[in-house]
């Protein structure tokens, strides 16, 4: 059988000769390639100055949960008000996982765009909404008019093909119903998706809130309302279920309470009426009153005590936050980072200072066109 000696492959000199050919080519273009790169420089100076300032202000919340038997140390003070708890629980813990859904729901982000908000460039509390999408708050940013004209010209321009958009129409039932958002809403949406963020940490059972805006002070206080709805969306859908149960054992414990004093006033009527009567009639009214006030009492007397089990259960069940890291007002900028910027700019000018020197002259001999080539010095 013929043996087969794989020989390591020799080195191309060819490949080498390029490889200097086109370090030698760079060189001889350098002064080419650092016009580029200098333009590159003065474009990211421009964009670092005038790009919008933001601030980031936040807080650390520390959710509080148990899977305990609900009133632990209420159980034997609910014992001798004749109230039992039995085997009443605190429902499943509400998942921190589920917190960057609820912070993505609609009627939350509607919540926040009508939030009203001081900012230090206008006298009077303006909504998040009308501050994003209204021209009248509207500020110039350099840099978004850059990506907006090069990056996102597509969107502009499919923007203005399709022109405005009929908003949904509702009626009856279906409106109450059927979430629904203008082209203004959804466009607020949009924005506060980047604006504010929420940071899960499974292992250390933490959740961190961060909202970013123009100023410290509008930071300051968005921060604090989207806390504070999160904390009373979290509860609501915690203690949905034992809170209807709560309303109803409170209508139920109002009904029974108006029977019982109207059986109660009535009895007492006819005691007074009939003091002296000792009429077979009488003691027969009277034996019907009685039992009519005992039975109104029994139930009214239950419905007492379940209607404070119920309390108890909604005040155990209820979410507890604590605030490790209340929000603060911000001292310096988080956004732009003008030396990353700078940087960033000065990197890419110097590759597309590299890349137009390799480039033009193979679109020279595609195109055509010689004038591209005085450009390069070959």
Request: aromatic share 8%; net charge neutral; proline share 4%.
């Amino acid at each position: 059988m013929e043996q087969h000696v794989n020989t390591p492959p020799m080195n191309n000199p060819e490949q080498e000769i390029d490889l200097v050919e086109v370090i030698r080519k760079l060189w001889r273009n350098r002064k080419l390639i650092l016009k580029v790169t200098v333009a590159f420089m003065i474009l990211g100076v421009l964009v670092a100055l005038f790009s919008a300032k933001e601030y980031t202000a936040g807080s650390t919340l520390v959710p509080q949960s148990s899977d305990k038997k609900i009133g632990g140390s209420l159980s034997g003070l609910a014992a001798m008000a004749g109230i039992n708890l039995g085997d009443m629980t605190g429902g499943e813990v509400l998942s921190p996982k589920i917190y960057p859904k609820v912070l993505a729901s609609i009627p939350f982000q509607k919540d926040i765009m009508y939030t009203r908000v001081k900012f230090e460039d206008f006298d009077e509390p303006v909504t998040v909404l009308d501050y994003y999408t209204n021209e009248e708050y509207q500020r110039f940013s350099l840099g978004k008019t850059i990506v907006k004209y090069t990056i996102g010209l597509p969107g502009v321009i499919l923007k203005a093909i399709r022109g405005e958009q009929p908003e949904p129409e509702f009626s009856g039932s279906a409106e109450n119903q059927i979430q629904s958002l203008s082209k203004d809403e959804k466009k607020c949406i949009d924005i506060l998706k980047d604006k504010i963020n929420l940071n899960l940490n499974e292992k250390d059972g933490y959740v961190q809130l961060s909202v970013d805006m123009p100023d410290a002070w509008s930071a300051a206080q968005l921060a604090e309302r989207v806390q504070v709805l999160l904390q009373k969306y979290i509860t609501e859908f915690k203690i949905e279920k034992v809170q209807s149960n709560l309303d109803f054992v409170q209508g139920r414990y109002d009904e029974a309470k108006r029977d019982f004093e109207q059986v109660q006033e009535e009895r007492a009527i006819f005691r007074d009426a009939n003091k002296n009567l000792i009429s077979a009639k009488a003691q027969t009214e009277q034996e019907k009153l009685d039992t009519r006030y005992n039975l109104t009492l029994s139930i009214y007397t239950e419905l007492a005590k379940q209607l404070e089990q119920a309390k108890i259960q909604v005040k155990e069940t209820t979410p507890v936050f604590t605030i490790v890291d209340p929000v603060t007002v911000p001292i310096e900028r988080s956004k732009p980072k003008r030396a990353l910027i700078c940087i960033l700019f000065t990197f890419l000018g110097g590759f597309a200072g590299i890349g137009l020197v390799l480039t033009l002259p193979f679109l020279a001999n595609v195109s055509g066109n010689e004038k591209l080539n005085k450009y390069i010095k070959e």
